[in-house]
C-alpha cells in the first residue's frame, strides 16, 4: 500500500469483496516488511504496527457485518 493510515469510515464503505482484496494486499505487505526487517533493509520500521493496525481495522468490520444479521433477529 502507499503508506497512508486508513479511516475506519473509509474502510466500511468498502464491500465485502473489496475488504478480503484489501486484506490480501496488506498480508502481503506485512511478508514483505517481516522479510525487509530480516534482511536489515527495512526503511521505515513504523509501517509494520500501521500494517498490524490496518489489518485489524478490516478483520474488525468484516467481523461486525458477519455478526450484524444475528443481532438483528434478537
Do not use: Y
Request: zero cysteines.
Amino acid at each position: 500500500m502507499s503508506g497512508k493510515i486508513t479511516k475506519v469510515s473509509d474502510v466500511r464503505a468498502k464491500t465485502d469483496d473489496q475488504l478480503v482484496d484489501q486484506t490480501i494486499q496488506l498480508r502481503r505487505e506485512q511478508l514483505n516488511l517481516r522479510f525487509q526487517q530480516a534482511s536489515g533493509q527495512l526503511q521505515n520500521s513504523a509501517r509494520v504496527k500501521a500494517v498490524r493496525r490496518e489489518i485489524a481495522k478490516v478483520k474488525t468490520v468484516q467481523q461486525q457485518r458477519r455478526s450484524a444479521p444475528a443481532n438483528k433477529g434478537k
